[in-house]
């Protein structure tokens, strides 16, 4: 609709006051001679008159009467023109160019609770009624409408037959070509299932320290080492060494996204054999899992059966060598003992040859026996004197004679008890010869209680090595499928479409917010 410009007037504008004499012209209303209803306004009293002339002689400026406006709006009285606001606040005793009346003026701009209905300036004033128009046609206004319905319509159709170009594009032709590889092109493969577990040889208990000991399923070192194993490239490059891994995955037959070149390097083949050779430990149940793919399922089940082997010696190769780690200190300890006992043997053997004596205890068990004889025949002699002695007159050859005997009898004993405390013809006593064989001896006894010892200890570490024994033992062996396991064609189709989707969507939402930063 056209609307009636509007224009203010400034106060340079307006017409010189004229005298309160002169008659006051009526009000021009922009509509020249034309005659309307509501334009016929009752004339103002003379007094009311008089004062607007007055007003009008004081030369207020537009600033001040706007001030005034809306003084008197916010008082609540209704005034015909800046002029007349100005009267009726005077006439109420309110001067409307006080200065607390200007700051009341500005603390009251932001509308109250209480304000909520009433016109606060400057805005612009909504259209008086009867205001003269050009409308439009009825027939116009239709046509307008449906051009408009049109262009939104048309604007649809466009953005709905682009988002279906775009999801064609990013989303629905990508899906297609993924689905007919899977489903045309991709070579079947076959996967042979496995499952074996480490166990660990343990006896009966002997002790309470036998009891804090892991159970035979406590192998998670061992089945974690062998896990890494069978995943190395060492295990890769044995299987292809025994069984032709690259030869296989080279065959023409095989599409070309799976197949390895002829000339593949160690490391394309690495990643092949990581992405076919599937192996997981559980530690809750101690088993070790194995999933092998090939494009043939007999040759699936061999690489299985060819890796287990593998699995298996490298288990006997790490119980090995944990049984002579603890074995080797115990045998050495044994040889040792032996070797000292051996050695006090000699000792013992070169003194008995030596001296001359076999027992020292015989030896100088059968002296004493001598003197103790001897020491009796003695007692027996000086009794015999003592005898002969106490005659009046002995006879001096028996005295003569039992004395004899009786000094014999002590050189005799002399002689013997020498032997046992002194050197005799080869400079040694019998004591030195004991004291010697005893320490030999000793030594020998305490050396043949080591060896037992060691023995002992030999003995157990035996039987703890035996008890670190692991062995592999499968509990779901290798069997060729004769279906095949991959590719799962339609789980894979719609795996793509999802991915494909998200992708699509993120692209999307990120270039929607870009653009919108970009025309904010």
């Given amino acids: 609709m056209l609307k009636a410009q509007r224009f203010r007037i400034r106060p340079s504008d307006r017409p010189p006051a004229t005298p309160a004499s002169e008659p006051l012209a009526p009000p021009d209303d922009g509509f020249g001679d034309q005659k309307f209803p509501t334009a016929e306004q009752p004339a103002a009293p003379k007094s009311t008159a008089e004062d607007l002339a007055a007003i009008r002689a004081e030369g207020l400026t537009g600033r001040q009467l706007r001030t005034a406006r809306r003084v008197a709006q916010k008082n609540g009285i209704e005034a015909a023109d800046d002029f007349d ?32 209905g009433r016109i606060q300036l400057p805005q612009t004033l909504p259209e008086p009624p009867g205001v003269p128009g050009r409308p439009l046609e009825q027939d116009d206004r239709a046509s307008a409408i449906q051009q408009i319905q049109r262009d939104i319509v048309r604007r649809r159709r466009r953005n709905f037959r ?45 002790n309470i320290g036998s009891m804090f000991r892991g159970t035979q399923f406590a ?46 390097t160690n490391e394309a083949a690495y990643k092949l054999y990581k992405r076919n050779v599937k192996i997981g430990y559980d530690p ?124 014999r009898l002590e050189q005799l004993i002399a002689g013997l008890r020498a032997q046992l405390t002194e050197g005799g013809a080869g400079g040694v006593s019998l004591a030195q010869v004991t004291g010697k064989l005893r320490i030999a001896e000793a030594d020998l006894q305490t050396r043949q209680l080591m060896l037992a010892q060691a023995l002992q200890q030999l003995e157990t570490a035996r039987i703890e090595a035996n008890r670190q024994v692991r062995y592999l033992e499968p509990s779901v062996r290798p069997v060729a499928p004769d279906e095949a396991t991959y590719p799962r064609a339609f789980e894979n189709t719609v795996l793509a479409f999802l991915i494909f989707g998200g992708i699509y969507l993120v692209m999307s939402l990120t270039a929607s917010i870009l653009r919108e930063q970009a025309t904010s």
Avoid at 89 to 110: A, C, H, N, Y
């Fill in 162 to 206: 682009m988002l279906l170009a775009r999801l064609a594009a990013f989303v629905l032709v990508p899906t297609i070509v993924v689905g007919w590889y899977y489903f045309k092109l991709a070579t079947p493969l076959y996967a042979t299932y496995s499952e074996f577990i480490i166990q660990q040889s343990e006896g009966q208990a002997a």
């Fill in 284 to 407: 809750t149940e101690g088993i070790i899992k194995m999933e092998i793919i090939a494009a043939d399922p007999h040759v699936s089940q061999t690489f299985s059966e060819a890796l287990i082997g593998y699995a298996e010696e490298q288990v006997d190769q790490l119980s090995s060598r944990l049984r002579e780690d603890q074995m080797q200190g115990a045998r050495d300890s044994y040889d040792d003992a032996e070797r000292k006992v051996s050695e006090a043997q000699q000792r013992v053997l070169a003194l008995q040859e030596e001296l001359g004596i076999l027992d020292p205890a015989t030896e100088s068990g059968s002296v004493m026996t001598q003197i103790n004889g001897f020491e009796i025949e003695l007692q027996k002699k000086r009794l015999e004197l003592q005898q002969l002695l106490d005659n009046a007159r002995p006879n001096q050859a028996r005295v003569k004679g039992v004395e004899g005997d009786v000094q």
């Fill in 219 to 264: 192998t998670s070192q061992d089945s974690i080492n062998v896990q890494g194993y069978l995943q190395s490239r060492d295990a890769m490059l044995r299987l292809d060494q025994d069984h032709g891994f690259k030869a296989h995955f080279s065959q023409p037959s095989i599409d070309p996204l799976q197949r390895l070149d002829a000339d593949a």
């Fill in 85 to 116: 606001a100005v009267r009726l606040l005077r006439k109420r005793g309110i001067d409307p160019f006080q200065p607390s009346q200007v700051m009341q003026l500005i603390e009251g701009d932001r509308p109250g609770p209480d304000q909520a």
